[in-house]
Protein backbone atom coordinates (compact mmCIF):
# COMPACT_ATOMS: atom_id res chain seq x y z
CA UNK A 1 0.00 0.00 0.00
CA UNK A 2 1.43 3.23 -0.81
CA UNK A 3 2.50 5.38 1.93
CA UNK A 4 0.68 8.34 1.33
CA UNK A 5 -2.56 5.99 1.28
CA UNK A 6 -0.90 4.17 5.04
CA UNK A 7 -0.79 7.96 6.27
CA UNK A 8 -4.33 9.19 5.45
CA UNK A 9 -6.35 5.48 6.40
CA UNK A 10 -4.69 5.63 9.30
CA UNK A 11 -5.08 8.91 10.49
CA UNK A 12 -8.48 8.99 9.31
CA UNK A 13 -9.62 5.73 10.59
CA UNK A 14 -8.12 6.56 14.16
CA UNK A 15 -10.61 9.95 13.64
CA UNK A 16 -13.57 8.17 12.35
CA UNK A 17 -13.19 5.42 15.00
CA UNK A 18 -12.61 7.64 17.94
CA UNK A 19 -15.75 9.62 17.35
CA UNK A 20 -17.97 6.59 16.52
CA UNK A 21 -16.50 5.01 20.12
CA UNK A 22 -17.79 8.28 21.79
CA UNK A 23 -20.83 8.83 19.94
CA UNK A 24 -22.03 5.12 20.78
CA UNK A 25 -20.78 4.68 24.33
CA UNK A 26 -22.70 8.33 25.21
CA UNK A 27 -25.75 6.34 22.98
CA UNK A 28 -25.27 3.28 25.17
CA UNK A 29 -24.85 5.35 28.55
CA UNK A 30 -27.81 6.63 27.84
CA UNK A 31 -29.77 3.88 27.15
CA UNK A 32 -28.32 1.95 30.07
CA UNK A 33 -29.12 4.68 32.43
CA UNK A 34 -32.81 5.28 31.40
CA UNK A 35 -33.15 1.23 31.68
CA UNK A 36 -31.46 0.93 35.04
CA UNK A 37 -34.14 4.03 36.26
CA UNK A 38 -36.82 2.29 35.20
CA UNK A 39 -35.80 -1.05 36.68
CA UNK A 40 -35.20 0.49 40.09
CA UNK A 41 -39.20 2.10 39.67
CA UNK A 42 -40.58 -1.47 38.58
CA UNK A 43 -37.99 -3.09 41.78
CA UNK A 44 -39.57 -0.59 43.97
CA UNK A 45 -42.68 -0.85 43.38
CA UNK A 46 -42.45 -4.89 43.63
CA UNK A 47 -41.37 -4.59 47.12
CA UNK A 48 -43.94 -2.76 48.03
CA UNK A 49 -45.94 -5.80 49.94
CA UNK A 50 -43.55 -8.04 49.52
CA UNK A 51 -43.40 -8.44 52.82
CA UNK A 52 -46.88 -9.25 53.79
CA UNK A 53 -47.04 -11.67 50.39
CA UNK A 54 -44.09 -13.42 51.89
CA UNK A 55 -45.36 -13.52 55.51
CA UNK A 56 -48.81 -15.42 54.27
CA UNK A 57 -47.60 -17.60 52.27
CA UNK A 58 -45.11 -19.06 54.97
CA UNK A 59 -48.36 -19.18 57.03
CA UNK A 60 -50.06 -21.16 54.94
CA UNK A 61 -47.66 -23.87 53.34
CA UNK A 62 -44.07 -23.15 55.25
CA UNK A 63 -40.72 -23.13 53.62
CA UNK A 64 -41.13 -24.79 50.81
CA UNK A 65 -44.67 -22.87 50.06
CA UNK A 66 -42.01 -20.02 50.75
CA UNK A 67 -39.24 -21.55 48.26
CA UNK A 68 -41.91 -22.10 45.62
CA UNK A 69 -43.25 -18.84 46.15
CA UNK A 70 -39.81 -16.93 45.61
CA UNK A 71 -39.47 -19.38 42.25
CA UNK A 72 -42.26 -18.23 41.07
CA UNK A 73 -42.33 -14.43 41.35
CA UNK A 74 -38.78 -14.71 40.07
CA UNK A 75 -40.11 -16.11 36.83
CA UNK A 76 -42.94 -13.74 36.45
CA UNK A 77 -40.09 -11.28 36.74
CA UNK A 78 -37.48 -12.46 35.17
CA UNK A 79 -34.26 -9.59 35.55
CA UNK A 80 -35.80 -9.05 39.70
CA UNK A 81 -34.30 -12.19 41.38
CA UNK A 82 -35.95 -13.15 44.96
CA UNK A 83 -34.22 -14.51 47.22
CA UNK A 84 -35.47 -16.17 51.09
CA UNK A 85 -32.49 -16.52 53.52
CA UNK A 86 -32.68 -18.93 56.22
CA UNK A 87 -31.33 -18.57 59.84
CA UNK A 88 -28.03 -20.32 58.66
CA UNK A 89 -27.86 -18.36 56.20
CA UNK A 90 -28.74 -20.81 53.03
CA UNK A 91 -30.92 -19.51 50.15
CA UNK A 92 -34.03 -21.63 50.09
CA UNK A 93 -33.62 -22.49 46.18
CA UNK A 94 -29.49 -23.08 46.85
CA UNK A 95 -28.93 -20.29 44.93
CA UNK A 96 -25.69 -18.12 45.18
CA UNK A 97 -26.05 -15.13 47.12
CA UNK A 98 -24.93 -11.98 45.37
CA UNK A 99 -22.02 -10.09 46.34
CA UNK A 100 -23.95 -6.78 46.92
CA UNK A 101 -26.46 -8.37 48.66
CA UNK A 102 -24.05 -10.56 51.27
CA UNK A 103 -23.91 -7.53 53.77
CA UNK A 104 -27.51 -7.72 53.88
CA UNK A 105 -27.40 -11.10 55.13
CA UNK A 106 -24.37 -10.74 57.25
CA UNK A 107 -26.08 -7.78 59.22
CA UNK A 108 -29.06 -9.76 59.45
CA UNK A 109 -27.14 -12.99 60.88
CA UNK A 110 -25.40 -10.63 63.43
CA UNK A 111 -28.25 -9.31 64.61
CA UNK A 112 -27.52 -5.50 63.27
CA UNK A 113 -29.66 -3.27 60.76
CA UNK A 114 -30.17 -4.41 57.28
CA UNK A 115 -28.76 -1.13 55.82
CA UNK A 116 -28.07 -1.59 51.99
CA UNK A 117 -28.61 -0.68 48.82
CA UNK A 118 -31.53 -2.66 47.83
CA UNK A 119 -34.99 -1.83 47.50
CA UNK A 120 -36.44 -4.63 49.60
CA UNK A 121 -34.95 -6.39 53.08
CA UNK A 122 -37.54 -7.71 54.81
CA UNK A 123 -37.36 -10.11 58.07
CA UNK A 124 -40.53 -12.44 58.27
CA UNK A 125 -41.23 -15.69 60.73
CA UNK A 126 -43.01 -18.00 61.36
CA UNK A 127 -43.51 -19.61 65.21
CA UNK A 128 -42.19 -23.44 64.31
CA UNK A 129 -40.16 -22.56 61.10
CA UNK A 130 -38.73 -19.67 62.86
CA UNK A 131 -37.14 -16.59 60.98
CA UNK A 132 -36.30 -15.52 57.01
CA UNK A 133 -34.82 -12.67 55.75
CA UNK A 134 -36.36 -11.84 51.94
CA UNK A 135 -34.04 -10.11 49.61
CA UNK A 136 -35.68 -8.34 46.46
CA UNK A 137 -32.51 -7.95 44.27
CA UNK A 138 -32.68 -5.74 41.19
CA UNK A 139 -30.73 -6.76 38.15
CA UNK A 140 -26.69 -5.60 37.67
CA UNK A 141 -25.79 -2.19 36.44
CA UNK A 142 -24.97 -2.74 32.59
CA UNK A 143 -21.60 -3.16 32.24
CA UNK A 144 -21.02 0.24 30.05
CA UNK A 145 -22.39 1.91 32.84
CA UNK A 146 -20.66 0.30 35.45
CA UNK A 147 -17.32 1.10 33.43
CA UNK A 148 -18.12 4.64 31.79
CA UNK A 149 -20.68 5.73 34.34
CA UNK A 150 -17.43 7.10 37.10
CA UNK A 151 -15.96 8.94 34.53
CA UNK A 152 -18.07 11.13 33.14
CA UNK A 153 -18.47 12.89 29.43
CA UNK A 154 -14.85 14.06 30.35
CA UNK A 155 -13.48 11.22 31.55
CA UNK A 156 -15.12 9.31 28.35
CA UNK A 157 -13.31 11.77 25.97
CA UNK A 158 -9.96 11.50 27.88
CA UNK A 159 -9.93 7.66 27.63
CA UNK A 160 -10.88 8.70 23.73
CA UNK A 161 -7.57 10.65 23.61
CA UNK A 162 -5.31 8.54 24.77
CA UNK A 163 -6.53 5.37 22.90
CA UNK A 164 -6.13 7.93 19.72
CA UNK A 165 -2.85 9.45 21.04
CA UNK A 166 -1.85 5.83 21.24
CA UNK A 167 -2.53 4.38 17.96
CA UNK A 168 -1.44 7.68 16.60
CA UNK A 169 1.91 6.95 18.41
CA UNK A 170 2.45 3.37 16.86
CA UNK A 171 1.16 4.99 12.89
CA UNK A 172 3.96 7.75 13.39
CA UNK A 173 6.44 5.60 14.54
CA UNK A 174 5.98 3.28 11.83
CA UNK A 175 6.91 5.87 9.50
CA UNK A 176 10.01 7.32 11.31
CA UNK A 177 11.64 4.22 12.38
CA UNK A 178 12.29 3.65 8.62
CA UNK A 179 13.11 6.91 7.79
CA UNK A 180 15.72 7.28 10.68
CA UNK A 181 17.09 4.07 9.50
CA UNK A 182 17.81 5.31 5.96
CA UNK A 183 19.12 8.45 7.65
CA UNK A 184 21.79 6.33 9.76
CA UNK A 185 22.48 4.38 6.45
CA UNK A 186 23.28 7.40 4.72
CA UNK A 187 25.49 8.86 7.46
CA UNK A 188 27.82 5.57 7.13
CA UNK A 189 27.90 5.78 3.65
CA UNK A 190 28.99 9.25 3.90
CA UNK A 191 31.59 8.59 6.03
CA UNK A 192 32.84 6.34 3.59
CA UNK A 193 31.28 2.65 4.14
CA UNK A 194 30.71 1.88 1.03
CA UNK A 195 29.31 -1.69 2.16
CA UNK A 196 26.39 -0.12 4.37
CA UNK A 197 23.10 -1.57 3.40
CA UNK A 198 19.23 -0.14 4.65
CA UNK A 199 17.44 -3.19 6.84
CA UNK A 200 16.10 -6.43 4.86
CA UNK A 201 12.86 -5.10 7.16
CA UNK A 202 13.00 -1.63 5.17
CA UNK A 203 13.55 -3.17 1.50
CA UNK A 204 10.60 -6.16 1.99
CA UNK A 205 7.90 -3.01 2.33
CA UNK A 206 5.79 -2.48 0.29
CA UNK A 207 5.27 1.04 -0.03
CA UNK A 208 7.66 4.24 -1.23
CA UNK A 209 9.57 3.87 1.92
CA UNK A 210 10.70 0.09 1.10
CA UNK A 211 11.23 1.60 -2.92
CA UNK A 212 13.29 4.30 -1.11
CA UNK A 213 15.27 1.64 0.72
CA UNK A 214 16.13 -0.40 -2.13
CA UNK A 215 16.62 2.21 -4.56
CA UNK A 216 19.45 3.47 -1.53
CA UNK A 217 20.66 0.09 -1.72
CA UNK A 218 20.92 0.08 -5.61
CA UNK A 219 22.98 3.39 -5.07
CA UNK A 220 24.87 2.15 -2.49
CA UNK A 221 26.02 -0.84 -4.93
CA UNK A 222 26.75 1.41 -8.08
CA UNK A 223 28.73 3.32 -5.72
CA UNK A 224 31.05 0.58 -4.03
CA UNK A 225 31.37 -0.86 -7.92
CA UNK A 226 32.75 2.52 -8.97
CA UNK A 227 34.80 3.21 -6.15
CA UNK A 228 36.13 -0.33 -6.61
CA UNK A 229 36.55 0.30 -10.42
CA UNK A 230 38.63 3.72 -9.70
CA UNK A 231 40.51 1.92 -7.32
CA UNK A 232 41.50 -1.06 -9.61
CA UNK A 233 41.51 1.18 -12.61
CA UNK A 234 44.08 3.29 -10.85
CA UNK A 235 46.40 0.11 -9.81
CA UNK A 236 46.16 -1.21 -13.74
CA UNK A 237 47.22 1.97 -15.30
CA UNK A 238 50.20 2.70 -12.42
CA UNK A 239 51.01 -0.74 -13.43
CA UNK A 240 51.02 -0.17 -17.44
CA UNK A 241 52.60 3.11 -17.16
CA UNK A 242 55.35 1.42 -15.29
CA UNK A 243 56.70 -0.54 -17.89
CA UNK A 244 57.18 2.97 -20.85
CA UNK A 245 58.91 4.67 -17.73
CA UNK A 246 61.25 1.98 -16.78
CA UNK A 247 62.14 1.69 -20.98
CA UNK A 248 62.61 5.30 -21.05
CA UNK A 249 64.87 5.39 -18.13
CA UNK A 250 67.06 2.58 -19.14
CA UNK A 251 67.33 4.29 -22.62
CA UNK A 252 67.77 7.94 -21.42
CA UNK A 253 70.81 5.77 -19.50
CA UNK A 254 71.77 4.36 -22.64
CA UNK A 255 71.95 7.37 -23.97
CA UNK A 256 74.62 9.08 -21.49
CA UNK A 257 76.60 5.82 -22.10
CA UNK A 258 76.81 6.17 -25.90
CA UNK A 259 80.31 5.59 -27.46
CA UNK A 260 79.31 6.87 -30.77
CA UNK A 261 77.21 9.56 -32.22
CA UNK A 262 75.56 6.13 -34.14
CA UNK A 263 74.88 4.11 -30.56
CA UNK A 264 73.05 7.44 -29.04
CA UNK A 265 71.27 8.14 -32.25
CA UNK A 266 69.99 4.80 -31.73
CA UNK A 267 69.52 4.89 -28.11
CA UNK A 268 67.30 8.11 -29.09
CA UNK A 269 65.45 6.76 -31.56
CA UNK A 270 64.81 4.22 -28.88
CA UNK A 271 63.22 7.02 -26.45
CA UNK A 272 61.19 8.59 -28.98
CA UNK A 273 59.36 5.40 -29.45
CA UNK A 274 58.83 4.40 -25.83
CA UNK A 275 57.78 8.53 -25.28
CA UNK A 276 55.53 7.72 -28.09
CA UNK A 277 54.27 4.73 -26.64
CA UNK A 278 53.66 6.68 -23.25
CA UNK A 279 51.60 9.35 -24.99
CA UNK A 280 49.51 6.46 -26.60
CA UNK A 281 48.93 5.00 -23.71
CA UNK A 282 47.81 8.52 -22.29
CA UNK A 283 45.55 8.92 -24.67
CA UNK A 284 43.50 5.65 -24.27
CA UNK A 285 43.07 6.56 -20.47
CA UNK A 286 41.89 10.40 -21.73
CA UNK A 287 39.61 8.39 -23.91
CA UNK A 288 38.02 6.62 -21.21
CA UNK A 289 37.74 9.37 -19.22
CA UNK A 290 36.03 11.52 -22.10
CA UNK A 291 33.30 9.43 -23.10
CA UNK A 292 32.40 8.83 -19.44
CA UNK A 293 31.64 12.04 -18.80
CA UNK A 294 30.98 13.38 -22.01
CA UNK A 295 27.23 15.40 -21.12
CA UNK A 296 25.15 14.36 -23.47
CA UNK A 297 25.88 12.14 -27.06
CA UNK A 298 25.41 13.90 -30.41
CA UNK A 299 22.27 11.83 -31.49
CA UNK A 300 21.28 11.92 -35.26
CA UNK A 301 19.81 9.48 -37.49
CA UNK A 302 22.24 7.14 -38.99
CA UNK A 303 22.89 4.17 -41.52
CA UNK A 304 24.85 1.44 -39.27
CA UNK A 305 24.73 -0.92 -42.55
CA UNK A 306 26.61 1.81 -44.49
CA UNK A 307 29.24 2.52 -40.93
CA UNK A 308 29.87 -0.86 -40.50
CA UNK A 309 30.78 -1.17 -44.41
CA UNK A 310 33.12 1.37 -44.27
CA UNK A 311 34.55 0.16 -41.52
CA UNK A 312 35.30 -3.20 -43.01
CA UNK A 313 36.84 -1.55 -45.56
CA UNK A 314 39.29 0.49 -43.71
CA UNK A 315 40.15 -2.19 -41.03
CA UNK A 316 40.24 -4.63 -43.89
CA UNK A 317 43.65 -3.67 -45.03
CA UNK A 318 45.14 -4.74 -41.73
CA UNK A 319 43.81 -7.85 -41.54
CA UNK A 320 45.03 -8.86 -44.83
CA UNK A 321 47.66 -7.71 -43.51
CA UNK A 322 47.63 -10.29 -40.76
CA UNK A 323 45.83 -12.71 -42.85
CA UNK A 324 43.06 -12.61 -41.58
CA UNK A 325 39.50 -12.40 -43.89
CA UNK A 326 36.59 -10.42 -43.08
CA UNK A 327 33.22 -12.33 -43.61
CA UNK A 328 29.79 -9.62 -43.27
CA UNK A 329 26.77 -10.27 -43.33
CA UNK A 330 24.74 -7.32 -43.36
CA UNK A 331 20.92 -5.81 -44.52
CA UNK A 332 20.84 -3.02 -46.62
CA UNK A 333 19.74 -0.51 -44.62
CA UNK A 334 19.19 -0.76 -40.94
CA UNK A 335 18.43 2.77 -39.54
CA UNK A 336 18.89 3.60 -36.33
CA UNK A 337 19.60 7.49 -33.74
CA UNK A 338 23.14 7.46 -32.52
CA UNK A 339 26.07 9.39 -31.77
CA UNK A 340 27.59 8.38 -34.85
CA UNK A 341 31.71 9.44 -33.41
CA UNK A 342 30.94 7.20 -30.04
CA UNK A 343 29.08 4.39 -32.10
CA UNK A 344 32.06 4.11 -34.38
CA UNK A 345 34.93 4.05 -32.34
CA UNK A 346 32.53 1.57 -30.32
CA UNK A 347 32.42 -0.90 -33.41
CA UNK A 348 36.14 -0.19 -34.74
CA UNK A 349 37.10 -0.89 -31.04
CA UNK A 350 35.51 -4.51 -31.42
CA UNK A 351 36.24 -5.37 -34.60
CA UNK A 352 40.49 -4.10 -34.11
CA UNK A 353 40.24 -6.51 -30.74
CA UNK A 354 38.69 -9.29 -33.02
CA UNK A 355 41.87 -8.65 -36.01
CA UNK A 356 44.60 -8.74 -32.93
CA UNK A 357 43.24 -11.87 -31.86
CA UNK A 358 42.62 -14.12 -34.66
CA UNK A 359 45.12 -16.18 -36.00
CA UNK A 360 46.45 -16.25 -39.52
CA UNK A 361 44.12 -17.55 -41.50
CA UNK A 362 41.19 -17.49 -39.62
CA UNK A 363 37.88 -15.37 -40.24
CA UNK A 364 36.02 -12.80 -38.63
CA UNK A 365 32.42 -12.63 -39.01
CA UNK A 366 30.12 -9.69 -38.81
CA UNK A 367 26.61 -9.87 -38.94
CA UNK A 368 23.85 -6.72 -38.01
CA UNK A 369 20.19 -7.27 -37.98
CA UNK A 370 17.06 -5.80 -36.00
CA UNK A 371 16.49 -8.58 -33.20
CA UNK A 372 13.64 -11.15 -33.46
CA UNK A 373 10.82 -9.96 -31.77
CA UNK A 374 11.82 -6.93 -30.91
CA UNK A 375 12.30 -4.38 -33.50
CA UNK A 376 12.91 -1.48 -31.50
CA UNK A 377 16.67 -2.98 -31.30
CA UNK A 378 19.94 -3.93 -33.15
CA UNK A 379 22.49 -6.51 -32.94
CA UNK A 380 25.65 -5.85 -34.23
CA UNK A 381 27.45 -9.75 -33.49
CA UNK A 382 31.74 -9.83 -34.11
CA UNK A 383 33.09 -13.36 -34.15
CA UNK A 384 36.17 -14.55 -34.42
CA UNK A 385 38.42 -17.30 -34.48
CA UNK A 386 40.90 -16.67 -31.97
CA UNK A 387 41.66 -18.74 -28.07
CA UNK A 388 38.62 -17.10 -26.50
CA UNK A 389 38.67 -15.93 -23.03
CA UNK A 390 38.04 -17.81 -19.99
CA UNK A 391 34.35 -18.14 -18.73
CA UNK A 392 35.01 -16.33 -15.48
CA UNK A 393 36.99 -13.12 -17.78
CA UNK A 394 33.93 -12.81 -20.09
CA UNK A 395 32.79 -9.85 -17.97
CA UNK A 396 36.28 -8.38 -17.29
CA UNK A 397 37.27 -7.82 -20.80
CA UNK A 398 35.39 -4.79 -20.86
CA UNK A 399 37.13 -3.15 -18.21
CA UNK A 400 40.39 -1.38 -18.86
CA UNK A 401 43.45 -2.62 -18.53
CA UNK A 402 42.52 -6.10 -17.32
CA UNK A 403 45.10 -8.62 -17.63
CA UNK A 404 43.55 -11.86 -19.04
CA UNK A 405 44.62 -15.54 -19.28
CA UNK A 406 47.68 -16.50 -20.70
CA UNK A 407 45.66 -17.84 -23.83
CA UNK A 408 44.32 -14.62 -24.78
CA UNK A 409 47.79 -13.07 -24.48
CA UNK A 410 49.60 -15.28 -26.47
CA UNK A 411 48.25 -13.24 -29.28
CA UNK A 412 50.81 -10.36 -28.09
CA UNK A 413 48.55 -7.78 -26.95
CA UNK A 414 48.19 -6.34 -23.41
CA UNK A 415 45.52 -5.16 -21.91
CA UNK A 416 44.06 -2.16 -23.25
CA UNK A 417 40.88 0.42 -22.85
CA UNK A 418 39.32 -0.68 -26.72
CA UNK A 419 36.25 -2.80 -25.46
CA UNK A 420 36.02 -0.18 -22.07
CA UNK A 421 35.64 2.09 -24.42
CA UNK A 422 33.03 0.31 -26.43
CA UNK A 423 30.91 -1.09 -23.41
CA UNK A 424 30.66 2.36 -21.96
CA UNK A 425 29.50 3.84 -25.54
CA UNK A 426 27.01 1.31 -25.67
CA UNK A 427 25.92 1.96 -22.36
CA UNK A 428 25.57 5.80 -22.77
CA UNK A 429 23.71 4.94 -25.66
CA UNK A 430 21.12 2.84 -23.46
CA UNK A 431 22.67 -0.47 -25.01
CA UNK A 432 23.99 -3.64 -24.26
CA UNK A 433 27.12 -5.74 -24.60
CA UNK A 434 28.20 -8.49 -24.16
CA UNK A 435 30.65 -11.70 -24.74
CA UNK A 436 30.28 -15.56 -25.00
CA UNK A 437 32.99 -18.05 -26.43
CA UNK A 438 31.71 -19.81 -29.21
CA UNK A 439 31.10 -23.49 -29.40
CA UNK A 440 33.71 -23.80 -32.64
CA UNK A 441 36.24 -21.74 -30.41
CA UNK A 442 37.18 -18.49 -30.60
CA UNK A 443 35.21 -15.15 -29.29
CA UNK A 444 31.68 -13.73 -30.15
CA UNK A 445 31.07 -10.11 -29.06
CA UNK A 446 27.39 -8.40 -29.29
CA UNK A 447 26.47 -5.30 -29.35
CA UNK A 448 22.76 -4.36 -28.69
CA UNK A 449 21.27 -1.14 -29.36
CA UNK A 450 17.94 0.86 -29.71
CA UNK A 451 16.96 1.69 -32.93
Not at 23 to 32: A, C, E, H
Not at 255 to 273: C, F, G, I, N, S
Not at 362 to 367: K, S, T
Amino acid sequence: MPLYLRIFLGFWLVIVLTLSAVVLVNLQLQRDQDAAAEMGQRAQRFAEGMGGRAQAVLDRGGPAALARWARGDQQRHRRITVLVIDDTGSELLGRRVPTRARAVVSNWLSGRALEAPLPGAQVISHPRHGEFLVLLVPPARPLVLRLVGPLGPWGVLAVAAVISGIACLFLARSVTQPIRALRRAGQALGQGRLTTRVDRTLIQRGDELGDLGRDFDDMAARLERLVAGQQQLLRDVSHELRSPLTRLQMALTLVEQARTPEDRQRHLDRTALEIQRLDELIGQILSVSRVRDQAQLAYQPMDLSEMLGDLIDSIGLEADAAGVHLQADLPDRLALSADPEWLRRALENVLRNAVTHSPAGGEIQVRACARAGDPGMVEVTISDEGPGVAADQLEAIFEPFVRLSIERSETGAGGGVGLAIARTAVERHGGTIRAENRPAGGLSVTLALPA
